[in-house]
């Protein structure tokens, strides 16, 4: 069974950085695509920024300039360093692993979330 586990997120002041990991484990034969998406209180799950495993990076406007997503294709990990962070930044953040070939076919995927909040 394939999972998704991330860490990284806590509490950090306006202006810090943080860097947030998730790591697909389980017998996997390739991944599409990673990315990241949050959701607010009272609002509705947005894309982040996401990564294929060829490289291709997409953000959201949001974020441009802020965050940078990477990836290790050989562990099956995404990472997502964000800086300048603002308190409209704080969310939960949802890791997801599209289009991910394992021995229980083909799938998408999601973590549980890590919440990040950014406050004075």
Known sequence: QV???ESGG?????GGSL???CAASGIIFSIYAMGWY?????????LVATITSGGS?????????????????????VYLQMNSLKPED???????????LSVKGNGDYW????QVTVSS
């Open 19 to 21: 860097r947030l990991s």
């Open 111 to 114: 973590g549980q979330g890590t």
């Open 10 to 14: 806590g509490l950090v002041q306006p």
């Open 3 to 5: 999972q998704l586990v």
């Open 38 to 46: 949050r959701q607010a209180p009272g609002k509705q799950r947005e």
């Open 90 to 100: 704080t969310a939960v953040y949802y890791c997801n692993a599209d289009q991910v």
């Open 57 to 77: 990076r997409n953000y959201a406007d949001s974020v441009k300039g802020r965050f940078t997503i990477s990836a290790d294709n050989a562990k099956n990990t």
